[in-house]
Structures are given as structure tokens and as C-alpha cells.
């Protein structure tokens, strides 16, 4: 433990040695998928990299993002069969990722739900990401009937404008009435937000507050946007006409995103791209294998500028000391600069 006083000034921090390498998680390829917690949840992952989609929005390549061409069922089965069986006491989901799963035909649907669905042991479900203009009273019903027990909404940002610059087809109030359709009929919400899509402001950050304040959805994914190669945003960037997030700016949303989520009660379950993504196909945004990490400790420099503006003594455990130390120091050199600030 390292102990720190109002009037600290991070000597022991200073004498602490810098990492001689950022040390980040190697990158999981989405082809053999590393289980996941999400809230005491066990997810095992499946891609339909833009399958179902209505449109292709100017951003989106998620066979980039995913390394997965299309859904192969066959293949896929004999995986969730091992899944399923090697944890038989815990409760497990059969996520679909990447594309929009209700807008799929209705026969693709039902060959996905017969076909996962003959795995399924008690303690299991699906988790389905989708899109909000395809979420209506019949398809929640057939989703019950099918044992969907949570749905992510592709959101990606609440305010008209931002939607209609990304050409996502719908406004603010057709996203927020699916959100009150899927919690309406009792199924755990998820909702995917994208700072820095071309036209946000300030002012739409705040929309997006205030409606995940009234919302409450029981999960939230923020995926600052990028710059994919070959997507239409792309061609945009290289003409000047969009500049994306640098990565503080993003860091520092999702990090104002955190602290409203943990005043409300949403569990954040994703911040960040996946790192999938290799890195030559990015022409530019807050792209980064540790964009997460940087998140939790921008917030944990945050709660020690705040000790030393009220004058409190804030005890760091390794873990923490860890996050200002690791990437040569990045946020040990942020928060020094910030106290020296508030002098």
C-alpha cells in the first residue's frame, strides 16, 4: 500500500521503478473466444459480422473488427456444446455480436435458435445485439418464446442530428421507445454508445446522459468511433471533413460516462474497440489494445485529485499503483501535472 496526504507530493509514487513495457492482455482472436464475466454471467461469443443490417452506416466494417467473414452454424455447435458442458452450474449466454440478429429473415432466425438452442442446459440463454428499428412486440415475443434473456440496442447515440449524420435511420425517439420495449417486456437491457460520431457535441454527450439517467439500462458498451479503412467515414477523414477523438478526449468521455453509471446502477460491460482490429487497417480515432485501462485510471487520478482538494488522505493498493505506472508512467505523469495544477 502506498498512502498519500492532501499535501503529498507522490514521492514514494516518484520512487516507485517504471515498467521497462507496457504490459497489455494479448489480443483474443474472436475465432477462439475467451470467456467473459459480465455480471456473474458467463458469455461465450458469437460473430454475424453485419448480417441483418439494414444499411452499411458510414463507420462500420464489423468483418474487420471481427476477423469473421459470416456465421458458419455447423462449426460454431460442437464449441457451444463444449461450452455449455464445462460449466453446467453456471449461468452462461450464447451471445450474437456484430450485426443486427431481429432484422435476419425469420427462417435464419429460427435455424439459429433450433440449432443453439438444442445446447441450451437450465442455466443457459442468449444474449442478441440488434438494431432499434427492428425491435417490436412480435419479434420480443418471439425472443421470449426462444429464450433471449438480454438484448444490446446499437444505439450508438441518442441525439437526431448525430443519428442522421451517421445515416443510422432513425431519430432519438424511435431509439428510445425500443429501449422501453425490450425493458417493458422484461428482458435485461443493453445499450452500445459511440462518442465522437460526426456532429457530436457537448450537447449531445448531454442527451446521452440524461436519457441513460431515465433509461437505466441494466448494461452499456462505449466504442469511441475510429476510422476504419475502406468505410465511407474513411474517404471522409482523408478529405478533412471529420476529425475524430484524440485519445484523452475519449478517455476522458468514457470516464464521465463511468461515473454516471455507477451513480445510476448500469453495469459497464465494454469501453473500447475490440483489439481485434489490426492495427494497419485504422486511418485514425482513440484506438487502443488498453483503452479500458486507461479509462479506470483517468478515474482513479480523478478520485485523487478530488482527495487532495478536500484535503483527505487516499490509500493506493498495488492494483492501483499499477494502473499510474504501467505504460511508462502515462497517468503518473497525468496526475502529477494535474496536482501541480491545482496548486
Do not use: W
Amino acid at each position: 500500500m502506498t498512502q498519500y496526504s492532501s499535501t503529498a507530493n507522490l514521492t514514494e509514487l516518484r520512487k516507485a521503478p517504471l515498467p521497462q513495457h507496457s504490459r497489455t492482455p494479448t489480443p483474443q482472436h474472436p475465432n477462439t473466444p475467451a470467456l467473459q464475466m459480465s455480471h456473474r454471467n458467463l458469455i461465450y461469443p458469437i460473430f454475424l459480422p453485419m448480417q441483418g443490417c439494414p444499411h452499411r452506416c458510414i463507420y462500420c466494417d464489423q468483418r474487420k473488427i471481427s476477423a469473421t467473414i459470416s456465421l458458419d452454424v455447423e462449426a460454431e455447435l460442437p464449441k457451444v456444446a463444449r461450452f455449455i458442458a464445462n460449466h453446467p452450474d453456471d449461468d452462461k449466454q450464447i451471445a450474437f455480436y456484430g450485426g443486427s440478429f431481429t432484422a435476419l429473415s425469420p427462417e435464419f432466425r429460427l435455424h439459429i435458435f433450433t440449432s443453439f438452442g438444442n445446447l441450451l442446459d437450465a442455466n443457459s440463454s442468449f444474449r442478441i445485439s440488434t438494431h432499434p428499428l427492428y425491435i417490436d412486440a412480435d419479434i420480443l415475443a418471439e425472443c421470449r418464446a426462444n429464450r433471449v434473456s438480454c438484448l444490446e440496442l446499437g444505439i450508438q447515440d441518442f441525439d437526431s442530428e448525430v443519428l442522421k449524420e451517421s445515416k443510422r435511420g432513425y431519430d432519438c425517439q424511435a431509439a428510445v421507445k425500443a429501449c422501453h420495449l425490450v425493458k417493458e417486456h422484461g428482458f435485461t437491457l443493453g445499450v452500445q454508445l459511440m462518442p465522437g460520431l460526426p456532429g457530436s457535441s457537448t450537447s449531445s454527450i448531454t442527451t446521452n446522459m440524461q436519457l441513460l439517467r431515465e433509461l437505466k439500462p441494466d448494461y452499456l458498451r462505449l466504442y469511441p468511433l475510429i476510422v476504419i479503412s475502406g468505410t465511407p467515414l474513411a474517404e471522409t477523414f482523408k478529405a478533412g471533413e471529420y476529425t475524430p477523438l484524440k485519445l484523452d478526449e475519449a478517455v476522458s468521455i468514457c470516464a464521465d460516462y463511468a461515473l454516471l453509471a455507477n451513480e445510476v446502477g448500469i453495469t459497464i460491460i465494454k469501453q473500447g474497440i475490440p483489439s481485434n482490429l489490426p492495427p494497419h487497417e485504422v486511418l485514425g480515432g482513440p484506438f487502443h489494445p488498453a483503452f479500458g485501462e486507461f479509462v479506470m485510471a483517468e478515474l482513479l487520478v480523478r478520485r485523487i485529485i478530488l482527495a487532495s482538494t478536500q484535503k483527505r488522505e487516499i490509500i493506493l493498493d498495488k492494483k492501483q499503483q499499477a494502473l499510474l505506472l504501467a505504460h511508462r508512467g502515462k497517468y503518473k505523469a497525468i496526475l502529477e501535472q494535474r496536482l501541480a495544477d491545482c496548486l
